[in-house]
């Protein structure tokens, strides 16, 4: 496959992860990121990092595995991988330019293309946003 199939093609897991959020658990997670507040939250995902990234690696019958739907903190573990699969998303098709450089083209075109999709999250706080629609950020007061 090449190279820009791969960045344009690679919604599967955010795609996977967000159908596994029902209406109920959509509302129960908006009120408990209310009330734990954004630096609880971002606290968490730092905390949890390497497993909310696996959790992005597998496949959906891996997910349902018992570590998975028995971890204590599950929703918040589901939706941060939710989040993030959403940035890189967003990320890899805003870098879809690279793929008709790779190998052909110039090196500061390939840097500027990273640098253009990547500044706006340097200055943007993605994990403040809530993917779902009718939802204001529960980070806001």
Known sequence: MSLENYLVKSDVSATEIRCTFHREEVEQLYKTLQAKGYDEYLSFVRLNLKDILKYISLSPSQREQNKWINHPEQLLLRF???????????????????????????????????????????FAQPLTEFPFEGYDSPFVP
């Open 80 to 122: 941060a991988a939710l989040q993030i699969s959403e940035i890189v998303l967003g990320f890899q098709l805003d870098i879809c330019d690279i793929a008709q450089i790779v190998d052909k083209g110039s090196y500061r075109k390939f840097h500027s293309v990273i640098a253009t999709a990547l500044a706006p999250l340097l």
